[in-house]
Nanobody, 125 residues
Framework: QVQLVESGGGLVQPGGSLRLSCAAS????????IGWFRQAPGKEREGVSC????????LYADSVKGRFTISGDNAKNTVYLQMNSLKPEDTAVYYC??????????????????WGQGTQVTVSS
């Protein structure tokens, strides 16, 4: 049974950092692509970053390039999203998602089959 559990969200001041974790079970990272998405109130879910450890490939939305870094630890079966220089507009619920494709990743929510429950990130002074 595929399961994804996010953690690491919280309240941070503008300019601060957070590291989100996505712990996966029921599959191994080297056979799936993992994406991070976010959804702010009243807005559609948007792709933030994605990773395929087998390809390997990483992709980032323009809005987070240079500030966010995605990485995977195959031994821990966990994907991380390091978020630096956070801005108020980064405030959202962040979700990780998985799809059984090892050779590419996508920023489109509809391309993913499995989702975590989400973790809230609030950037505010």
């Amino acid at each position: 049974q595929v399961q994804l559990v996010e953690s690491g969200g919280g309240l941070v001041q503008p300019g601060g950092s957070l590291r989100l974790s996505c712990a996966a079970s029921g599959f191994t990272l080297d056979t799936y692509a993992i994406g991070w998405f976010r959804q702010a109130p009243g807005k559609e879910r948007e792709g933030v970053s994605c990773l395929s450890t087998s390809a390997p490939i990483t992709l980032y939305a323009d809005s987070v390039k240079g500030r966010f870094t995605i990485s995977g630890d195959n031994a821990k079966n966990t994907v991380y999203l390091q978020m630096n220089s956070l801005k108020p507009e980064d405030t959202a619920v962040y979700y990780c998602a998985a799809v059984p494709h090892a050779l590419y990743c996508s920023g489109a929510p509809d391309d993913y089959d499995y989702w975590g429950q989400g973790t809230q990130v609030t950037v505010s002074s």
